[in-house]
Every structure is written in structure tokens, then in C-alpha cells.
């Protein structure tokens, strides 16, 4: 089920109430992992049987991998769950990808060859959830940390329905600990939720879905070579859809499990705030760049072996995590975009030594990609910086162009349009519509500029209470009124 | 003692957002406004599934909107004792529903596709994309989203204001006289929220106000007449027709051969509306042509005194007195003329 459904709304309320009661914890983690299922199978219910074998398999071999002495042995297991974890992503989410390029290939070598078209349904948060106890297996491997010892505390690790389609991604050591002792929101905790469910509906449903979907989809479903600002208002739509969307699943995530007494990681702080591309992984997807981060550009070698390989890895970085988004070249292309502006950056830092890097001090946790921030000599005056912020956003735009569209064709024109090449262009978008993306873009910037260094329960705390119930209530009657239920998120097909 | 200010500012802002409804709700009643209800895919699908109730006792329309007005189900179901499975959809063509109910082995019901020449018969893509999406969302809906559709039912059933078309965030902003863009495809003024207000048995009833405002009625002509101008399908050449006409006949006989029953019925229209569907679909070539090719009987407007007079405030759809005659006689001379058997004689209920 997706939180900004009726559904939901009732199933929380439940939830809600079952956990407060007074019942022994162990009742209440098996009243959640049973919530969790129902969460799950409410989309659809066979796909509960995939989740229940990789939770079955990787517990086992997770403890198999921690206390096996051989060494031949621990590699062969951490064998078997890569190939049952990666093997099942690979068949629902690449399968049919996979079948077509084999096709394309081998038609070009000129052996006709057209298979049937596969039908294969993408389980709901298979990407996210095989993150999940990917991460809990190359542990126990690496024995990073202590395996988890009872069934019922790894299957909610994995299945806790607050991040178990969309994230953020978590790992063992943020979210386990958690279910040892009892837990439950006090009052404060529980308004601090129900405050970031409504602001992460308000962004999913008022700004991406009632405001800037339209827009976004009248231009980018267009066969036609458009008018340069309809093509720009349909990128800007986009960007901030595609940001609204996600962060406004992450946003009520957190607050769904703040509600019930846990704590989940920040997914995003504020990207279009970002200055310079390292700077921009640092605050979109965090979760994921930090996966990416820890478990394959660092066993690739990361920066520790030289200017060119750390390029390298950085690339095949930033590939691997396009693919990751959808089974489609324009993904790689978006993944590849991502990592050149990464190289360039680096590039910059190792010519001029003297523009020595300015360490994020605000971030508690540095999680960039390859650990590089912008060039000092952009991070001087706050104005350069915002300029610099928003030359990263316009880069930024641009890569949206080729995540958006659905084939090459479409992203070449979407770009010819933008930069001017097309005369006489189609003119799409509603006079409405341009001022709702111009008004909501505007707001975005500024709000992710002023927000940058700051959290957004903190600036709620200093508001006088009146403000903020009048920020609330003003959320909550858009949200009401907007009257748009049961939209699923982008990232859901991811 | 509420020491924190997230719990003052929730209370703050649950008084505000109540208020805010209440008022809202109490000045669109004052306003004569009525419930209506989200004509979408998720109460088209809850329709959809009821295709296998017994045929002896529910009969299933597809086609356009006349369908959608013109059958006043509370009638049809008095008369009848059949409970009316209203699948039309307004501006669009019946035939990937017809498709979906032949492809489907369970369907062997009694089936009335209306026939609105220009929707029926057109070539343009657009017109099959809402009934295949809702085709499609029939067939994939969840659990979940079946649940959160009994949900809103409730809320529906009891708030004014939930009325995605005309009372949400988007269609209040469009309220605002924001000027056009040039050479933007845009609606001259929107559709009327008199017009065509839907219950929850997906029929649509105009208001009183709409019957009698004919200002609001040129609204809707106006309409047309925009609809018209801007149409860019090509028109329907014979083959063309032909082809089409021979799906239909296959997905036809595919429900025939499992014991449905199948009728054609031309709904009434008039004024300038009629008489530009008499000149762009000449009655032989579409309507006579498709009757005899499948073989299956029609009910033609024209051909029955009993509802050929009927004057459409905006010239395609019926008044809801008006449907209410039109009901009643369709249903009878189904039973007397073309022998269907319903679970009550709609001509010893009358």
C-alpha cells in the first residue's frame, strides 16, 4: 500500500493503537512484522513469498557467514546469497532488458532471432529491499558486526514496513539495535511524526502529484519538438516532481516510524541546495549513495589508488547506480552524466591543489561519493556559493532530462528544445501551468537554500507554536483539498 | 498540560482544518450544491467486477455518455427487477471494454452497447485510451486500492466538497482568469459542474439549474462545437470501417457462444446535433451496416414514436424526466420486440 492512501490511513491508525497498548515487546515486534506483511501483500500478495526466502536465506547464511572458520567455505556462501539476492533483482527488474539487448545483438550480427515478449511484473521495492540484506550478508562476511541473533529481529529488520518499499535504505546497525528494548513515541515524538507525515504527504500529493505531474507529463509525453520555455517549465516540472515525490516518501517514512518509536536515517537534505555534484550525492538518495558508497566504490578501490582509478571507480560508480534506477540505457546515460560532473569536479580539485577543498563541517555524517567537495574559490562568498548552487541545479536539470525520458529520441529533442535548436516549437503548457512551476520551483530553491545547514524539526521547534499550527493547518487543507489519493510514487518502479 | 509546541500547534491545527471544512462544506449546501461522486477508474472498476451476476438478473451498458444519462438505472431496476451495470464512459469509444468483456470467459450476460456514431466509429487513438487504462486498472487493482475505494465511498456518500472535477486544489485554481496562452489547446470554459454531476451507479443526472439555465446550456454546446472544430481524426473511410466493424462482429460472437445476449441501441439526440451526426454517419453506412454484419438487433431512436421526440437541452443527452420516459420504453420494447427476459415484465410493473 502507498501512504498517501486511505488504506493507509486506517491500517497506521491500527498500527498506531496496537502499539500502544500495554503488551509484552515481543508481541508488539510480531504485531509489527505481521503489520509489515500486510503492508506488503495489500499491493501484491504473492510477491510476499520472494520476501520471505531472502529474509529465510540471508538470516541463515548471515550467521553461517559470521562464525565459519573456513575461509573456501565463506566465500562459496557469500556466493550462494549474492546469486539469490542480485539473481532475483536481475530476472524481475533486468530480465526484460537483458532479453531485449541479447535480441538487438544478435539480430545485428544477422542471426534473426525474436523471442516471445516476456511478462514479468517488477515486485514492489525489490530494488530496496535486496540493498537491505545485501548489506547484512557482505557484513557478516566482512564480520563488520555481530549477526542477529533472533529470526523475528532480522525479518522486521528487513520487512519493517516504514522503509521496506521505497527507504531509506537501512542498515543493521541503525534499525536493529532498536528492537532489543521496548519502544514507543512519547507525546512530543508522536506530533514530530504526524508533523513529517504531513509534510511529506503535503510534498508528495499538493506539489508532485496535483501541481507539477501534470506539467511534467504534458511535456515529456510529447512526440513534438517543443518551444524552448515549454521544454524548460517541463524539466523544472520534473525536477521538482521527481524531488517532491521521493523526498516526500522519505519524509513520511521517517515520520510513520518516529510515530511508533524508531528511528530512521535522513534520506535527503535539501539537493537543490548542493553545491558541486559530491555535494549534491551528499543530499539526495543519501541512503543509496552511501550504499554505493560503502560496498562497491570502496571495495573497487575508491580514491586509494590513484587520481585515474579513483575516475574510474567513480564511473563505474555513478553507471552502476543509474542502472540501478530502471532497466533502460537512459539511465546509464543519466548514471554517466552524474559521474563525469564527479570526475570534473575531482579533475579541478588535483589541477589546483591551492583551491583546497572546504570540508562540510554542518553534515555530521560525510557520506559523499568519493569524500571531494567544491573547489574553495566557489565557496567563498556566500554569493559565488549560491551561484554555484544554482549551476549545479542547472547540470542537475539536465541529467533529469535523460532519467525522464522514455528513449533517447525523445531526450535529444527534450535537449534540442531546451538550448535553442528548435524553431518554431510546440507551445504546450497553460499560462496556469507555467506559473504554478515558476511559483514552486522559486519557493523550492529558496526553501533548500535557507534550509541547507539546517533540519527541518529543528526550525519547527523555534517557530512560535501558533506559526507552525498555521503552517500545518495551511498543509493539511491543500493536502484535503487537492483530492489526489492512491497515486503510486516514481520510485516505487525503481 | 501540553508543554510541547508541535502538540499546541497540532491542536491549533486540527481546529483550524475542521473549521475550514466545516465552513466549506456548509457553503457549498448553501449553494445548492449535491454529492457526487469521482466517476474514475477505481468506481468503473468496482462496476466492472459485477459483469457476473446471473444474466436473468443484471443487464450491462457500454458506450458513451448518452448511456450515462439517458438510462435512469432507478427505473430500469423498478421495472426490470435486473440491476443495471452502467460500464459507459463518457468521450470515449466502448470498444476496448467490448473487447475486454468478450476476451472475458466468465462474462455470458445480457450486454446493450450504445452507439454515438463519432465516438464509435472514430480512428483517433485518444478515444480508446481512458476504457484501456481502465481495462487495465480493473485487472491489476490491489487489494489496497480496493480498500482505500470503500473508504472514500463512505466519505463520499456524506461530503460535498470531495468532487475531484470541479471542487479540488487543480480545477479551483482554474477558476482563476488567468489569460490563454497563444496557440495552447485549451477548453473554451470547462465543463459545467450542472451537467453532469454522477451517482454512485455512474449515471448522470443533470440539475435543475441546467435544465432550465440556458446560459449553462450553451456552455455545453459550446463545447461541442469546440470539440468539433478542433477534431483532427481522419475520417472514417469504409475499409477502415469495415475492419472495425468485423472486431466487433468477432468479439460479439465470442459472447454470444457462451449464451449473452447482445443488442445495439442508437440513444436519442437533436437540433444541429442530430442533424450533423445524419450527415457525418449516414444512417445505412454505419448503424444499418453494423446490424446487419453482426447480426445483431438494434434499437434505433427514430424507429419508435415512443422516444423519437425527445428535445436534449443541450442536444445529446436526455433531461432525467425525459430519461426516465426513455427507460421505460427501451425496457419494454426489449421484452416485447426483441424477447429478452428480465427477472420482473417491465410491461406488468409499469
Known sequence: MVFNSYTFMVFFAVMLFLHNLPLPWKVKKINLLIASYIFYAAWNPPFILLLWLATIVDYFVGRRLYTEPNKHKRKLLLIISLIGNLGMLVFFKYGTFLLENFTHLVNAMGMHYQPAKPNIILPAGISFYTFTTLCYTIDMYKRRSEPIRSLLDFSLFVTFFPHLVAGPIVRPPQLVPQFESPRTANHKQLMQGLLLVSLGLFMKVVLADSMLAEPANTVFNSKEALNGLDAWMGVLAFSGQIFFDFAGYSTCAIGVAACLGFVLPENFLYPYAATGFSDFWRRWHITLSAWLRDYLYIPLGGNRKGAFRTYINLMITMLLGGLWHGANWTFVVWGALHGFYLMAEKFIQDLKPKYALQENTVLETPIAMSGIAAPRFLKTLPSSNFLYALFTFFLVNVTWVFFRAPDFTSAWRMLASMFGAVHNGAVLLSNLSIIKVCIITVGMLATHWYMRNRRVLGVAEKLPWWVLGLIWSAMLILLILSQESSSTFIYFQF | ?350
Open chain 2, 1 to 350: 498540560m501540553l508543554t510541547s509546541s508541535f502538540s499546541r500547534a497540532g491542536i491549533l491545527m486540527l481546529i483550524i482544518v475542521l473549521a475550514f471544512f466545516v465552513g466549506w462544506e456548509i457553503h457549498l449546501r448553501n449553494k445548492g450544491i449535491k454529492i457526487a461522486y469521482d466517476d474514475g477508474e477505481s468506481l468503473w472498476a468496482d462496476k466492472r467486477a459485477m459483469v457476473y451476476e446471473a444474466a436473468d438478473k443484471a443487464t450491462v451498458f457500454i458506450g458513451s455518455s448518452r448511456n450515462k444519462f439517458d438510462l435512469d438505472i432507478a427505473t430500469w431496476q423498478k421495472l426490470t427487477g435486473d440491476h443495471a451495470i452502467q460500464l459507459a464512459i463518457e468521450g470515449n469509444s466502448p470498444l476496448p471494454v467490448l473487447a475486454d468483456l468478450a476476451a472475458d470467459e466468465n462474462f455470458k450476460g445480457k450486454l446493450v452497447i450504445d452507439v454515438t456514431e463519432g465516438l464509435f466509429f472514430s480512428t483517433s487513438p485518444k478515444n480508446i485510451a481512458e476504457p484501456s487504462k481502465r481495462v487495465a486498472y480493473y485487472k491489476k487493482r490491489t487489494p489496497a486500492q480496493r480498500f482505500s475505494f470503500l473508504v472514500n465511498h463512505q466519505l463520499e456518500n456524506g461530503l460535498v466538497f470531495l468532487n475531484k472535477d470541479h471542487l479540488s486544489l487543480n480545477a479551483l485554481l482554474e477558476e482563476i482568469p488567468i489569460p490563454r496562452r497563444k496557440g495552447v489547446f485549451a477548453l473554451p470554459n470547462g465543463c459545467p459542474m450542472d451537467f453532469n454531476p454522477c451517482n454512485f451507479e455512474r449515471q448522470c443526472i443533470m440539475t435543475d439549474r441546467f435544465e432550465k439555465d440556458t446560459t449553462i446550456q450553451k456552455q455545453v454546446t459550446g463545447l461541442w462545437d469546440f470539440y468539433r472544430s478542433v477534431s483532427k481524426d481522419p475520417p472514417a473511410n469504409a475499409a477502415k470501417t469495415d475492419s472495425m466493424i468485423a472486431i466487433i462482429h468477432k468479439d460479439i460472437d465470442k459472447i454470444k457462444a457462451r449464451g449473452g445476449k447482445v443488442i445495439f441501441v442508437r440513444s436519442p439526440s437533436s437540433g444541429p446535433y442530430w442533424e450533423g451526426e445524419q450527415r457525418g454517419f449516414p444512417r445505412a453506412l454505419y448503424w444499418e451496416k453494423i446490424l446487419a454484419t453482426t447480426g445483431v438487433n438494434g434499437i434505433h431512436f427514430k424507429d419508435y414514436p415512443a422516444i423519437d421526440h425527445f428535445i436534449c437541452p443541450e442536444f445529446s443527452h436526455l433531461k432525467q424526466s425525459d430519461a426516465i420516459v426513455y427507460t421505460q420504453n427501451l425496457a419494454k420494447i426489449l421484452e416485447q420486440e426483441k424477447g429478452w427476459k428480465f427477472a420482473k415484465s417491465p410491461i406488468t410493473s409499469n
